[in-house]
């Protein structure tokens, strides 16, 4: 089979479609994994880019309404409808036999249609598949249950992909007959890529959803260099990570992060990521240990505890590892992560970004700590859900 894969957006975006691009790879399918320009290409995969430099999207110059419209209009807006067009152009070269894509690949159902091929749509969370049982992640109610008006927070991310649509239709210039098609197809199935031990399936969701469990290359976890080997041999340590999210000062929140630890007499691995993280000057020490990244699978499974933003991929690697958490959200799906890993038993309340200082941490590290039974068996169970795998045995049922 020919697959033609299509991710937009962080680590936690990308990482998966190229586990499921590998395996793939490995039993034999053709493969094509179109990515964002910023992401590294996974070795053995026949990858194009998009046109997309996340990192310059994700960072807005100022705050200001007046920023933020500026960058919408200058970097956003111009990113996105390359993208668009990208995808259009690179699936129609490929020639696939399914398309495979992320929710913010708005014109891969265009494509799909246009070839006359099966669409499969994947989340990380629910944001296209509504449920009554739970709002909308990444929507202004993620964390609240609203009864039977919960499936009408679903309008909220199909009203901002409306944002797009001209962009979308301008795309279109990449098909082969140069024209939109007049009907949209439903996608063949949903692939929804995620633990039902951090989200439960609903009985609302159709048959045609798959909850399959995370996506993590299965094949073998990558060794940190020497210097983060050798800090993990140490005494119990914490790992931190806010990923990409770079809002605010990184700095005072790695200050946060070491002062609550050292206060519970542990280590710090500090992972900055894009900048979502600093060590300050008066925090270093031997006890501290900063890097720009560190394989998840290889230092979670013997951290006390973790501190991170709550994305979808650091959610369920944290879980995986069996390691109890402190969650603090910042934006988009994580308030919805955040408050799901705290009423499944694996992490205390969620932080609010606002709040975060060593004296609102040093109380949600001892919360956290309680929890360690729980995250263990969550993390076992987690262990052997195979999510890739069975992934791609949908895609071949097709």
């Known amino acids: 089979m020919r697959m033609m894969l299509l991710t937009a957006g962080t680590r936690g975006d990308v990482e998966p479609f190229a586990a499921l691009a590998r395996l793939a790879t490995s039993r034999g399918h053709e493969v094509r994994l179109a990515l964002p320009d910023d992401a590294p290409a996974p070795e053995g995969v026949e990858t ?5 430099d996340v990192q310059r999207v994700l960072r807005p110059a100022g705050r200001t309404p007046w920023a933020l419209a500026h960058h919408l209009r200058a970097e956003v807006r111009p990113a996105m409808r390359r993208m668009f067009a990208a995808a259009v152009r690179e699936t129609v070269a490929f020639g696939p036999d399914v398309v495979v894509h992320h929710p913010l690949v708005l014109s891969a159902p265009m494509v799909a249609d246009s070839l006359a091929v099966p669409r499969v749509l994947v989340e990380f969370a629910p944001v296209a598949t509504p449920s009554e049982r739970f709002p909308a992640a990444g929507g202004p109610t993620a964390t609240r249950d609203l009864g039977a008006h919960n499936r009408s927070t679903y309008a909220v991310p199909r009203t901002v ?3 797009f649509d001209a962009d979308v239709a301008r795309a279109a210039a990449e098909l082969p007959d140069g024209r939109r098609p007049a009907r949209r197809s439903p996608s063949r199935a949903t692939l929804m890529a ?14 045609r959803v798959h909850q399959t469990g995370a996506w993590y290359d299965e094949a073998g976890t990558a060794s940190p260099d020497r210097v983060v080997s050798a800090f993990l041999t140490g005494r119990p340590y914490v790992v931190a990570s806010f990923g990409s999210m770079a809002r605010g000062d990184a700095a005072a929140r790695g200050g946060a992060v070491v002062s609550a630890a050292r206060a519970h007499g542990l280590r710090v691995l500090l992972v900055t990521g894009w900048g979502g993280l600093a060590l300050p000057p008066e925090c270093h020490g031997p006890d501290v240990l900063a890097v720009r990244s560190a394989p998840f699978d290889a230092v979670l499974p013997g951290a006390s505890l973790a501190v991170h933003h709550g994305g979808a991929g650091t959610s369920h690697a944290v879980a995986r590892a069996g390691v109890p958490a402190v969650v603090v959200p910042v934006t988009a799906d994580q308030p919805f992560w955040a408050a799901q890993l705290h009423r499944q038993g694996m992490a205390a309340a969620p932080i609010p970004l606002r709040r975060l200082s060593a004296s609102t941490l ?26 890739v795998q069975r992934a791609l045995d949908v895609l071949e049922s097709l």
């Open 48 to 52: 194009v880019a998009l046109g997309l």
């Open 161 to 163: 992909a409306r944002f």
């Open 194 to 207: 995620v633990s039902p031990e951090l989200l439960p399936r609903p009985d609302d969701w159709p048959e």
């Open 362 to 387: 040093v109380p949600a590290m001892r919360d956290a700590s309680s929890r360690r039974v729980r995250a263990t068996d969550v993390g076992r169970i987690m262990r052997r859900e195979h999510g």
